[in-house]
C-alpha cells in the first residue's frame, strides 16, 4: 500500500526521494509526492499518477535540498487527486508530513481541529496529523511527536519535516513498519529496506511507539516516554536480483521464471540431508506440542487464502488431523472452541495484511498454538505469531504473487508432513514424496518452456468478457488461483470453483465466448474432469485443458490443451499453476494492462 521515503544528508534529496519512491512503487499506489527544505520554507510537489510521469514536471529549481520526505499513496480517506496525495501540511505551511495506515480517530479530531479554526484542504486523515504536530511543535519535534503520539489512535508510520528544523526529520512508528538507514552523513528513513537500496550502510527497524530523529550527524532513538534509547543497527545487504527485472519487460515474468530456483531452494533448506527429516527450526513447537494438535485453521486473504485452501487438504490428508481455510476477514475467534490444541496457520506473503494479522491476534489471545507461513521476516505477522515458516520466495515485486503462491504451496505440505511426523505417520509419506520433490524445479522449469503453447491459447481468449475455471481436489485451489491471476491483471471477469459444482448453476454461463479452464489431473479425478469438459462442449463451450503432456484424451476433448508435466498429485498444483499464470500475464500483455500493478490493488493491504 502506502509507501515512505525520508532523506537527510549533503547531497540533493530529490533523485533519492524519486529513487526511493520508485523503489517502493511495487506496493501499489494511485499518487506520489515529495517535500523538500528548500531557502527557509517547504516545497511541496504531488500529484496523481505515477512517479515516472510526475517527477519530470516538477520544478527542480525549486525543489533543492538536502533534507526531503517522499511517499506514495493508495487512496483510503478521500479520492487519489492532487490534494489528497501525500505529503500533506499544516494550514502555515510549516509542517509536511508522509503517512501510512489509519488514524482511527480522524473524525473526532478533525472536528476538535475545526471547532479550533483550523482549515482542512483535503479529505485525508492524514492532514490530521500535520495540524496537530503544528499546534504541538514549540522547538523539540521529540516533545512534538509525542504529543501527537498521545493524542492519536490506530496504525501509522509518519514522517514530519518541519520549516523551523530544515535539517531533521522525525519518524513516528505505531503498527506500521519504518527502517532507519545510515551512512557517513546521511539519515534515512523508509516504511521497506528496500528503498534505502545503495544509499544506506546500516539500519534498523523502528519499534512500537518510537520516535526517532535524523539528522546528518546522527540518528536518535526515543520512546513515548521522550526518553532516549541505545539501538544496535545491522548492516544493510541488498539483494540485487531484486532491484532489477534482470532483462525481463515485467516482474511478474521474471517472478514466474524465479520459480524453479526458489523451490529447489526451499526443498534445500528444509529437507535434512542425512536424516531425510523435516526441518522447520522456528516452528516453536514440540513434537508432543504438534502432536497434540486436534484441529487446523488456516488463515488469509486472497491468492493467500488459496494456498490455505490446499494446505486444509494436506493437513487432513498427510497428517490426519481435522483442518479447514477460513478467509481471515472471516476468522471469529470464539475462546471456548479455541486454545492449545487448535492452531491457527496464517499464511501471508507481505507479513503485513491487516485482515490475517487481526486473526492471528485473536486467535492467540483465546489461547490457541499460531504459526506463521510468511515470505517477510521482518513484519507484523511475524512478530505477533509463535512459530514462523519462511516461504524463502525473495521479494516478490510484481502485485499479484506467483512464486510466493507456489512458495507457499510447498511450504504448507511441508508443514502438514512436519505434523504428520510428528503424530507418527509421516516419515514413510516424506520418502516416498522425496524423489517427486527433488523433480520437482525440473518440472516446473519445463511447464515454463512450454510458454509458446500458452501464447497460442493466450491469443484465442483474450478478448473473452468473462472465463471459469474448473479443478477438482487440491486442484481447486488451483482453479480459484487461476481464475483470481486472471481478473486481477487482465480485467476479465473470471470464477473458479470446484468442478464438481459446475451443473449445479455456473453451466448456466456456458458458450462459445465464455472459455472454460479445467485442470485435469490424474486418477479418479481426470476422469471426472473429462466428463466435466464433455458438458461444457455439448454447450458449445470453448474448452482449455490444463493436461499431462501425453495426455492424448485431452486432446481430443478440449478445444486447446496447456501441457505439463506429470508429477506427483500433491505436487502438481504447483506445476498446474504455471501455464495459467503465463495465460494470464500473456492475455493482460495483448489487452494493454499495466500488468506489475494493476488498477485499484496493493501489494499488502494494510486495512480492514
Ligand atoms: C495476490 O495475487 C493478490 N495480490 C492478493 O490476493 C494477496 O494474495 C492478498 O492480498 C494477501 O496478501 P498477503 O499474502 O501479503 O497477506
Not at 511517499?71 to 503517512?99: C, I, K, M
Not at 481478473?487 to 453451466?507: C, D, N, R, V
Request: include cysteine; hydrophobic fraction near 45%.
Amino acid at each position: 500500500m502506502c509507501g515512505i521515503i525520508g532523506y537527510v544528508g549533503a547531497g540533493e534529496a530529490l533523485p533519492i526521494l524519486v529513487e526511493g519512491i520508485r523503489l517502493l512503487s511495487y506496493r501499489g499506489y494511485d499518487s506520489a509526492g515529495v517535500a523538500v527544505a528548500h531557502d527557509g520554507a517547504l516545497v511541496v510537489e504531488k500529484d496523481k499518477g505515477r512517479i515516472e510521469d510526475l517527477a519530470p514536471s516538477w520544478d527542480r529549481t525549486r525543489l533543492r535540498g538536502s533534507t526531503g520526505i517522499g511517499h506514495t499513496r493508495w487512496a483510503t480517506h478521500g479520492r487519489p487527486n492532487r490534494v489528497n496525495a501525500h505529503p500533506q501540511q499544516d494550514a502555515s505551511g510549516d509542517v509536511a508530513v508522509v503517512h501510512n495506515g489509519v488514524l482511527e480517530n480522524d473524525i473526532a479530531l478533525r472536528e476538535e481541529l475545526e471547532a479550533a479554526g483550523v482549515p482542512f484542504v483535503s479529505e485525508t486523515d492524514t492532514e490530521v496529523f500535520a495540524h496537530l504536530y503544528a499546534r504541538a511543535f514549540r522547538g523539540d519535534p521529540v516533545a512534538a511527536a509525542r504529543e501527537v503520539l498521545a493524542r492519536c489512535h490506530g496504525r501509522f508510520g509518519l514522517v514530519f519535516l518541519h520549516r523551523r528544523l530544515p535539517g531533521t526529520l522525525v519518524a513516528v512508528r505505531r503498527g506500521s513498519p519504518l527502517v532507519a538507514g545510515t551512512a557517513e552523513g546521511v539519515g534515512l528513513v523508509a516504511s521497506d529496506v528496500r528503498a534505502l537500496a545503495g544509499h544506506a550502510d546500516r539500519a534498523f527497524e523502528i519499534e512500537e511507539d518510537e520516535i526517532v530523529v535524523l539528522t546528518r550527524e546522527g540518528v536518535a532513538v526515543y520512546g513515548a516516554d521522550g526518553v532516549r534509547k541505545a539501538r544496535a543497527s545491522h548492516p544493510v545487504t541488498y539483494d540485487d536480483s531484486s532491484l532489477g527485472k534482470g532483462g525481463f519487460p515485467h516482474w511478474m515474468l521474471k517472478e514466474i521464471h524465479e520459480q524453479p530456483d526458489r523451490l529447489a531452494d526451499l526443498v534445500a533448506a528444509r529437507i535434512d540431508p542425512v536424516h531425510g527429516r523435516i526441518r522447520l527450526d522456528e516452528l516453536g513447537l514440540t513434537d508432543a506440542e504438534l502432536a497434540a494438535v486436534e484441529r487446523v485453521d488456516l488463515v488469509g486473504c486472497g491468492t493467500a487464502s488459496y494456498a490455505c485452501m490446499y494446505g486444509a487438504r494436506a493437513f487432513e490428508a498427510l497428517a490426519g488431523v481435522a483442518a479447514r481455510m477460513v478467509p481471515a476477514s472471516e476468522f471469529e475467534a470464539r475462546a471456548e472452541l479455541l486454545g492449545p490444541r487448535r492452531l491457527v496457520v496464517a499464511v501471508s506473503q507481505s507479513g503485513e495484511t491487516a485482515d490475517t494479522h487481526a486473526a492471528v491476534e485473536a486467535a492467540a489471545r483465546a489461547g490457541a498454538r499460531t504459526v506463521g507461513v510468511l515470505n517477510v521476516r521482518a513484519s507484523r505477522i511475524a512478530r505477533s505469531v509463535g512459530g514462523f515458516v519462511d516461504i524463502h520466495a525473495g521479494p516478490e515485486i510484481c502485485v499479484a504473487s506467483t512464486k510466493v503462491y507456489t512458495g507457499m504451496l510447498l511450504s504448507l505440505l511441508l508443514l502438514a508432513l512436519r505434523v504428520a511426523e510428528a503424530r507418527g505417520r509421516g516419515h514413510g509419506a516424506l520418502a516416498a514424496l522425496r524423489p517427486a520433490l527433488d523433480a520437482l524445479p525440473g518440472a516446473v522449469r519445463r511447464a515454463i518452456a512450454a510458454h509458446d503453447q500458452v501464447r497460442e491459447v493466450a491469443r484465442e481468449v483474450h478478448r473473452a468478457q468473462n472465463m471459469l475455471y474448473i479443478g477438482r481436489g487440491p486442484d481447486h485451489a488451483t482453479a480459484v488461483e487461476g481464475a483470481m491471476k486472471m481478473k486481477e491483471i487482465s480485467y476479465i471477469h473470471a470464477e473458479g470453483f470446484a468442478a464438481g459444482e459446475l451443473k449445479h448453476g455456473p453451466i448456466a454461463l456456458v458458450s462459445w465466448d465464455v472459455p472454460t479452464v479445467a485442470i485435469l489431473g490424474q486418477g479418479e479425478a481426470r476422469t471426472k474432469m473429462l466428463a466435466n469438459v464433455r458438458e461444457v462442449r455439448a454447450r458449445d463451450g470453448l474448452v482449455i485443458a490444463v493436461a499431462g503432456e501425453d495426455d492424448a484424451d485431452a486432446r481430443k476433448v478440449a478445444d486447446l490443451v496447456l501441457p505439463v508435466p506429470v508429477v506427483d498429485p500433491w505436487l502438481a498444483p504447483l506445476v498446474h499453476s504455471i501455464p495459467l499464470q503465463l495465460l494470464a500475464y500473456d492475455v493482460a500483455r495483448r489487452r494493454g494492462c499495466d500488468i506489475d500493478q494493476p488498477r485499484n490493488l496493493a501489494k499488502s493491504v494494510t486495512v480492514q
